[in-house]
T-cell receptor
């Protein structure tokens, strides 16, 4: 596609439920990132994929969070047993391999846990 | 590991004032350096970048110069407008291919008429 696509754009879920957030990166981009941004705050790094492997998953806040990527394309971020503090925008971004290349961000998935 | 440190915000300026947002980094070698901007209610987008020492990136009246000697990439604009109100993020990407990018915490700028 033309840009990074994320779905759903908005999700309201009850505390304790599981949610899945999807990211379709720009075609051909091997690097993929997930970030969390709480209201009015900066970017919180969650996980970085290079191809289908995740050389850096140090930002995942707990074992309730997991992510996978298949076909060097689509990625899914799963949050199990959601808590109210999980409410945030979850941003996906992708870039090609070269260090000089721009990172392109999706519009984000707004998650509200009630 | 690599890191990016930005000037803490929020920054509030009057229209037509001069803007500087400081950014310093820690990295081995010569990373590429970026400024991203997030306008209210929107996603992050590239504002400007510089890929080697002494390069100057510029866009929309904003400039930043890659200073290897001070490991800095400060963002400047000579005369800000209300429409420049946004959050600004400094970032680096290592000079090795497939290296992970690192972002600063962001600096919120509010420009008042």
């Amino acid at each position: 596609g033309a840009g990074v696509s994320q779905s759903p754009s908005n999700k309201v879920t009850e505390k304790g439920k599981d949610v899945e957030l999807r990211c379709d990166p720009i075609s051909g981009h091997t690097a993929l990132y997930w970030y969390r941004q709480r209201l009015g705050q900066g970017l919180e790094f969650l996980i970085y994929f290079q191809g289908n492997s995740a050389p850096d998953k140090s930002g995942l806040p707990s074992d309730r969070f997991s992510a996978e990527r298949t076909g060097e394309s689509v990625s899914t971020l799963t949050i199990q047993r959601t808590q109210q503090e999980d409410s945030a925008v979850y941003l996906c971004a992708s870039s090609s391999d070269r260090a000089t290349n721009t990172i392109y961000f999706g519009e984000g998935s707004w998650l509200t846990v009630v | 590991g690599n890191s990016v440190t930005q000037m803490e915000g929020p920054v509030t300026l009057s229209e037509e004032a001069f803007l500087t947002i400081n950014c310093t980094y820690t990295a081995t070698g010569y990373p590429s350096l970026f400024w991203y901007v997030q306008y209210p209610g929107e996603g992050l987008q590239l504002l400007l970048k510089a890929t080697k020492a002494d390069d100057k990136g510029s866009n929309k009246g904003f400039e930043a110069t890659y200073r290897k000697e001070t490991t800095s990439f400060h963002l400047e604009k000579g005369s800000v407008q209300v429409s420049d109100s946004a959050v600004y993020f400094c970032a680096l990407t290592p000079n090795t291919n497939a290296g992970k990018s690192t972002f600063g915490d962001g600096t919120t700028l509010t420009v008042k008429p």
